[in-house]
């Protein structure tokens, strides 16, 4: 079992910025990809940033340029800088955990992000 611990979200005016955090606990395999999902009222889940163990990140079209993922130095904990924000991202921003030697998978509670216009 691997336990999420996302903190950080709330309300900011356009433009602004924010800084989500989650750590992860438990049973945590060193091939991993830690990532940032978000979820809109009426939407579907939109995967959104990705860390993968190695090194690698990946990002959706949408916040690239805009945002940024990363992790401490054991690994534990992902963060996803959100810089310029837009009154469209707002939504329920879950973190993501998912074990990449086994299809085992993990999430967050949510912390939810308003971006006021």
């Known amino acids: 079992q691997v336990q999420l611990m996302e903190s950080g979200g709330g309300l900011v005016q356009a433009g602004g910025s924010l800084t989500l955090s989650c750590e992860a606990s438990?049973?945590?395999?060193?091939?991993?990809?830690m990532g940032w999902y978000r979820q809109a009222p009426g939407k579907e889940r939109e995967r959104i940033a990705t860390?993968?163990?190695?090194?690698?990140?990946t990002y959706a079209d949408s916040v690239k340029g805009r945002f940024t993922i990363s992790r401490d130095n054991a690994g534990y904990t992902v963060y996803l800088q959100m810089n310029n924000l837009k009154p469209e991202d707002t939504a329920v921003y879950y973190c993501?955990?998912?074990?990449?030697?086994?299809?085992?998978?993990?999430w967050g509670q949510g912390t939810q992000v308003t971006v006021s216009s």
């Open positions: 993501n955990y998912r074990n990449l030697s086994a299809p085992v998978s993990y």
């Open positions: 438990g049973s945590i395999f060193s091939r991993n990809a």
């Open positions: 860390s993968f163990s190695g090194g690698v990140t």
